[in-house]
C-alpha cells in the first residue's frame, strides 16, 4: 500500500504561486494513477486534478483549470501541484490520493489512500 505526505501548504496573497508536493512510500507508486483533492471547512471534498500514472494525461476541475498544473517524477516518487494566480476561494486542505483503477476518475470515493493534508490560505 502507498502511503503520502503532503507538503508546500502556507499562506499567500491573492495572485501569488505555490507548489504543493506529495511524497509516496512503496516501490508501486509508479503503477497509480494520482489526484488531488481539496476541502474547505464546512463543503465537499472537491476535485482539483488527476494525472496517469506515466505523466500523460491529465484532467482538471473547472475552477482550477488554467491556473494549476499536475505533475510527478515517478522516480522520485513524487506529484506536484503547481499553484498560479491563487484566489481567495482557493483556501483549503489540499490532499494527494491514490487512484488503484484503471482510468483517471474525479470522484473521492474512487481513491483509496489519502495523505494527512497541507492547508493553504489565500487572503485577499
Known amino acids: 500500500q502507498v502511503q503520502l505526505v503532503e507538503s508546500g501548504g502556507g499562506l499567500v496573497q491573492a495572485g501569488d504561486s505555490l507548489r504543493l508536493s506529495c511524497s509516496a512510500s512503496?516501490?508501486?507508486?509508479?503503477?497509480?494513477?494520482m489526484g488531488w483533492f481539496r476541502q474547505a471547512p464546512g463543503k465537499e471534498r472537491e476535485f482539483v486534478a488527476a494525472?496517469?500514472?506515466?505523466?500523460?494525461?491529465?484532467y482538471y476541475g473547472d475552477s482550477v483549470k488554467g491556473r494549476f498544473t499536475i505533475s510527478r517524477d515517478n522516480a522520485k516518487n513524487l506529484v506536484y501541484l503547481q499553484m498560479n494566480s491563487l484566489k481567495p476561494e482557493d483556501t483549503a486542505v489540499y490532499y494527494c490520493?491514490?487512484?488503484?483503477?484503471?482510468?483517471?476518475?474525479?470522484?473521492?470515493?474512487?481513491?483509496?489512500?489519502w495523505g494527512q493534508g497541507t492547508q493553504v490560505t489565500v487572503s485577499s
Open positions: 494525472i496517469s500514472s506515466d505523466g500523460g494525461r491529465t
Open positions: 512503496g516501490r508501486t507508486f509508479s503503477n497509480y494513477h
Open positions: 490520493a491514490v487512484n488503484p483503477e484503471g482510468t483517471l476518475a474525479t470522484t473521492y470515493r474512487r481513491y483509496n489512500s
